[in-house]
């Protein structure tokens, strides 16, 4: 497993969890209690006007993708401030840049002290927006699919603009970069590629642009495929790439680490768990407004685990209900095997990997060391 990587700011974990900064919430659950989330990955709309070839999303249920409305997304909020979740991500299922819920949802969570981030194609996150959220997120991930525009434009895109998308999401990074470094911000900002088989060519192209933007990061991840394997990703090519992957990390400089998610990508498609624990304390909300464990199960077929839609009824008393308890104890159960009953390498996978072997003795969880590092409310 990857050691945390020390930037500019700080200690920096991407390749492992951050359960031990948790462990309140770890010991209730070990002692049977019901407990809220640590953290919430979420999205504000399913729309997106990109159309990645490597996006889980695409197998995900066709749901509405006109935006939540702005009063559920901050009622939202309460709820969780109320129950006590720590930090809320702004990833899952849509583009949430796209939503006029955007702006204000991140304002209201910074103001009630939940950390807040984002992941974005960057195309409508304006300079005018940047200026609105940047001084109140955590973090900001801009998922840039390759590091030349051809390659960008065919994985991304596939429109009659080709290459102008490319350009327009790295202007804006170029202008975050820029804000944040006028103004002494503490938010980190990175860059993501998705690596698929087929874009062994991208990696060092990838890692160059993170150090030529001067992001805080630029990190390199596994894809992700549901149990059916419909995007047909073939993780024993992963090997073949890991020279690869090596000199892009040495293309780290002081300023951008250039990460890769090795454990991820090692791990493939063979979990070393069957129980899924981890949606207990890292939840996924659709674009939607569905409240389910996880993205692996916004699909209609996994109908039995979609607990609830937060803007039919408030959230806290999605928490509450016993239909959500027994999704949670559904999948946590002999009933239920994540080894061929869900897709590849969800969100959870790191934490879920820690709390099995804890419960199993075979590496117990304890507080994690002083000083804290990075990003602690995110799983």
């Known amino acids: 497993m990857s050691q945390p990587v020390q930037t500019n700011q700080g200690s920096l974990i991407l390749d492992s969890h951050k359960l031990s900064y948790h462990m309140d919430r770890v010991n209730s659950w070990e002692a049977g209690e019901r407990i809220a989330p640590v953290s919430v990955d979420m999205s504000l709309t399913r729309g997106c006007g990109a159309m990645c070839s490597f996006c889980y999303a695409m197998m995900q249920e066709s749901q509405s993708r006109s935006s939540v409305k702005t009063a559920h997304a901050l009622n939202l909020l309460d709820d969780f401030k109320e129950i006590g979740i720590r930090s809320v991500s702004l990833v899952s299922d849509g583009e949430s840049t796209l939503s006029p819920a955007y702006v204000p949802f991140i304002k209201h969570a910074a103001e009630l002290g939940i950390d807040v981030a984002n992941a974005t194609n960057a195309w409508e996150l304006t300079p005018e927006k940047i200026e609105d959220v940047l001084p109140h997120l955590t973090w900001v991930r801009f998922t840039v699919g390759a590091g030349t525009p051809s390659r960008y434009a065919e994985i991304m895109y596939k429109g009659p603009e080709h290459t102008k998308v490319f350009d327009r999401a790295i ?158 104890d559904y999948l946590a159960s002999p009933y239920f095997d994540a080894q061929t009953m869900m897709g590849t390498l969800p969100i959870q996978h790191y934490v879920n990997v820690a709390l099995n072997e804890h419960l199993r003795g075979e590496r117990r969880l304890k507080a994690g060391m002083e000083p804290k590092p990075l990003h602690v409310n995110f799983l």
């Open 171 to 328: 202007e804006h990074i170029k202008y975050a970069v820029e804000y944040k470094k006028k103004n002494n911000l503490a938010v980190t900002l990175g860059i993501q590629m998705v690596l698929m088989p087929d874009l062994k060519d991208e990696i060092i192209p990838f890692a160059q642009l993170g150090v030529d933007l001067g992001v805080d990061y630029a990190v390199i991840k596994h894809c992700s495929d549901d149990e059916q394997g419909s995007l047909g990703i073939d993780y024993t090519q992963y090997e073949s790439m890991y020279e690869d992957l090596e000199r892009a990390e040495s293309l780290s400089t002081d300023k951008t680490k250039v990460i890769v998610k090795w454990s991820k990508i090692k791990d493939g498609d063979a979990p070393p768990y069957k129980r899924f624990y981890g949606p207990q304390f890292l939840l996924q909300i659709s674009g939607s407004g569905l409240v389910a464990p996880s993205g692996m199960f916004f699909n209609a077929r996994h109908s039995k685990l979609h607990i609830g839609n937060y803007t039919e009824e408030r959230f806290k008393d999605i928490w509450k209900s016993e239909r959500y308890w027994r999704a949670m």
